[in-house]
């Protein structure tokens, strides 16, 4: 997560005013100067960080503590609310036009991520409108562009309309336009070309393809890695072509995030999306208030939820679940459930998303080897089904068999019989809602008593693991409704059977 550090700083300077029974004006600057320190190591612009923290102080100061809010918790919800705002306040979803087709230019320098991002576009969008898109290839002066959206879209299944590199980009585009509206694509996301350095010759050609097609979004790709460079970038792009919208890529890497809080309250733009991982489904829509709760360590259960939703199999889901609590769950049941663990991105970045977890002590530690996942399927794969079915007769002889089978060794196979064990075991207590026993189920019974992890309590009745106050009153009674929601909807399907 980009935000890594800035998380860390903003949550070291909310635990210094902790457990004060009042907040002094002493006390809100020192921490208005820990903060305007964290966001400059972060690499937010200068005028953006002075505003920030201008609007917190006069809030602080200003501000009657509620009645359920002691005053830490009244500073970190104004810090909430200002990083929501300065991140843009509202989602900005993509525009769509009356009449088919609804077309989206990307627009960037070279090597920001544009015809990726065409792809993870092209994927986002079949999978949330069933869309028909064709993808125009405008790019035609870096090498081997045309092939990379050509490869994207035999992986998508969706056209790639290209005309080679020796045609010019305006020309490319009013042919591929025309083919989208003749076999009636919902659809059209034009791959421009991009440069090294923002030039007349790029934001001629630019222009001549917006005057030509009139798109209904215009959407500016930025490095997250590149720092201040992409908020002048954008405003480069802004005041030439009146950019629509702003997608934010890399924001996994090790970057400071900064760019993220500069480029809304200096371009005015609203950021649509972030490129969070290298699979085309990496991508997410940008929800300010989301991110922010993120940046200042309280979890994403929301994006979480969406998450598991989308890249989860619901029918097997259901079924895994019968599974677990008839106590049948076997090594068929634990490979699927390591492929959409898998899907769902590495498992330090889903842990954070958990309210709380963020907290936990060494969680930068916490690492999960994806060649640890492909040993696992090996070893299962080279089970007899009979063996999958019923682990229970996995004796010594037959695991020497499947360990010489897998190319592993014995142990290892051991090794991947108890960590399975485990899972199972995590499962039935999850369900029995004792996420303590969860934690010790895994093999982590040191999470399971460390500050910060939320003790979740036995048989449903968790303490509120969102903090005090009404947010975290709202949080709390989120969580209790969706846990009893998940078990009425258990119990109806069980009666049909």
Known sequence: MAFEGLTRRLQQVMKKIRGKGKVSEADIKEMMREIRLALLEADVALPVVKEFTLNVKKRAIGAEVLETLNPAQQIVKIVDEELTKTLGSETSELQKSLKIPTII???????????????????????????????????????????????????????????????????????????????????????????????????????????????????????????????????????????????????????????????????????????????LTDLEIFHPDRMSSRILGMGDMLSLIEKAKREFDEKKTQKMTEKMRESTFDFNDFIDQLDQMSNMGPMEDLIKMIPGMNQMPNLDKVKVDSKDVVKKRAIILSMTPLEREKPDILTPSRRRRIAAGSGNTVVEVNKMIKSFNEAKKAMQMMMKGDMNKMLQGMGMEQMSNMPGVPNMGRKGNMPNPFGGGIKGKIGEFAMKSMMKRAQKQFKKKKKKR
């Open 105 to 279: 230019m990307m627009v960037g320098l070279q090597g920001v991520g544009k015809t990726t991002f065409a792809g993870k576009l092209a994927q986002h969008l079949i999978e949330k409108d069933k869309a028909r898109p064709l993808m125009i290839a405008a790019d035609v002066y870096r090498p081997a562009a045309v092939d990379q959206l050509k490869t994207l879209g035999k992986q998508l299944s969706v056209p790639v309309f290209d005309m080679g590199v020796d045609k010019s980009p305006v020309d490319i585009v009013r042919s591929g336009l025309a083919l989208a509206r003749e076999k009636k694509n919902d659809y059209v996301l034009i791959d421009t070309a991009g440069r090294l350095h923002i030039d007349e010759a790029l934001m001629d050609e630019l222009k001549q393809i917006k005057e030509l097609v009139h798109p209904i979004e215009i959407l500016l790709v930025v490095d997250a890695m590149s720092g201040q460079d992409a908020v002048n970038v954008a405003q480069s792009f802004n005041e030439q072509l009146k950019i629509t919208g702003v997608v934010i890529t890399k924001l996994d890497g090790d970057t400071r995030g900064g760019v993220a809080l500069s480029i809304r309250s200096i371009t005015g733009t609203a950021i649509k999306f972030a490129s969070t991982g290298e699979k």
